[in-house]
């Protein structure tokens, strides 16, 4: 049967296709422009076959936000090769935010607080934390007598710097030099 001549189409990938429109809202205007029905619009099917894959708006959102953890804690490995892996991983956690800001702000934002709702996604968020984790141990263990605080710390300095960029608060093209210069420079 021809295509044109269907009622309705069958989407092989609905799934990955649903995620990547929302990723295409979300970057356009926000998570609030993101919606089911806008997504099946993009993607040509009915709002209805959506709910195969998501039951509701924000288990659409928690899958694009675990999809952005995946690819960030993939940047923050790459980002560890040399010895100032540390440094490059600060780095890194700031220019993937500048890259995908909407993304960012949605991958930190309320559904994490809910994790235990969405377990795609704190998974995703663990590892990205696992990433950064080995990294501390790898470059400042033995230094310190709390690693993971060293972590923490890491984090803590590059998600606020991120932020400030991300509001304008510190000029875009400091953001790197702030971070090779402080806190995950080598003692």
């Known amino acids: 049967m021809n295509i044109a001549m269907r009622s309705t189409y069958h989407h092989g990938n609905l799934g990955p296709a649903l995620i990547a429109a929302a990723r295409d809202l ?23 076959a959506t709910y195969r894959h998501f039951q509701d708006k924000d288990h659409l959102l928690a899958a694009v936000a675990a999809e952005g953890f995946r690819e960030f804690s993939q940047k923050l490995r790459d980002a560890d090769g040399g010895d100032d892996g540390f440094t490059d991983m600060g780095a890194a956690y700031v220019e993937f935010a500048l890259a995908h800001p909407g993304l960012f702000r949605l991958m930190f934002g309320q559904l994490l607080r809910q ?10 968020a663990d590892d990205a ?9 790898r470059h400042v263990g033995g ?8 972590g923490y710390a890491a984090w803590s300095f590059a998600h606020g710097l991120a ?24 003692p």
Do not use: H, M, N
């Open 115 to 124: 994790r235990e709702l969405y377990p795609e996604l704190g998974a995703a």
């Open 163 to 186: 932020r400030l960029v991300l509001d304008d608060v510190i000029p875009r093209d400091r953001a790197v030099d702030v971070c090779k210069g402080f806190l995950f420079s080598r």
């Open 129 to 137: 934390f696992g990433a950064l984790q080995a990294a501390a141990q």
């Open 26 to 48: 979300l970057d356009a205007d926000g998570p609030g422009a993101v919606s089911l029905r806008e997504a099946a619009r993009r993607v040509g099917v009915s709002a209805t």
């Open 143 to 150: 230094r310190y007598d709390d690693v993971e605080s060293v």
